[in-house]
Structures are given as structure tokens and as C-alpha cells.
């Protein structure tokens, strides 16, 4: 039965609501090539020129893995240093001389 009522409905459909899509032309308009509003400027794309590795965030770990290494490693020399000249300065406070053992160039007996 309801495809009986469809069958009636459709045709009355079809002539009050115009069909909608994109090529549907109205009776005395032309087709015109170019839209009426101008499409919005598009963004360059990215892929026209080569990627540089300091503008991606996406950065293979590998990569970096040696300069943190380095970083590491100076930063615990430096750490290094600055404990033997704490225990120096804490030493020479009670009396005990540790300094170094040369001196611009020239050993030093203690």
C-alpha cells in the first residue's frame, strides 16, 4: 500500500519543489562557466617546496639521541668540576692544601 501512495505522491513532488543539485538549470538562465561567487583563495601547499627538519615538530628520536648524549655528558664533567672545587674550598676551610697540582704550566710539590 505504501508503495502505491509513493507512486501517486512522487510526481506532485517533483513539479512543486524544484530538483536541487548541481546541474539542474533554471528555465531561461544559461549556464555560466564561472560561479557567481568567487571561490575563497586556497593555501599553498605545503608540498611545493622540500620539508626542512626544523619546521616539523615530528622528529625521529634517533636523530637526537647523540646530541643529548653530548649534552649529558658535558653537563656532568661540569658537575664533576664543581664538586672537586666544593670539596677543595672545604677542605682548605679545616686546613687540608689539595690545590692543583700544576700551576701555570709548572709542577708543584706539596
Known sequence: MLHHIA???EPMLRL????SGRHRQDAGEPLSPEPA????????????????????RLVRPY???????D???E???????????RRA?????????IGPRRIHGVEVVA
Not at 636523530?63 to 648524549?69: C, D, F, P, S, T
Not at 653537563?75 to 672545587?85: G, I, L, P, T
Open 7 to 9: 507512486r501517486l505522491v
Open 16 to 19: 512543486l519543489v524544484p530538483a
Open 37 to 56: 561567487v568567487p571561490a575563497p583563495p586556497r593555501r599553498p601547499s605545503p608540498h611545493t617546496a622540500p620539508l626542512r627538519g626544523e619546521d616539523s
Open 63 to 69: 636523530l637526537l639521541a647523540h646530541e643529548r648524549r
Open 71 to 73: 649534552l649529558a655528558h
Open 75 to 85: 653537563q656532568h664533567e661540569q658537575a664533576k668540576r664543581q664538586r672537586a672545587r
Open 89 to 97: 674550598l672545604w677542605l682548605a676551610v679545616h686546613g687540608v692544601d
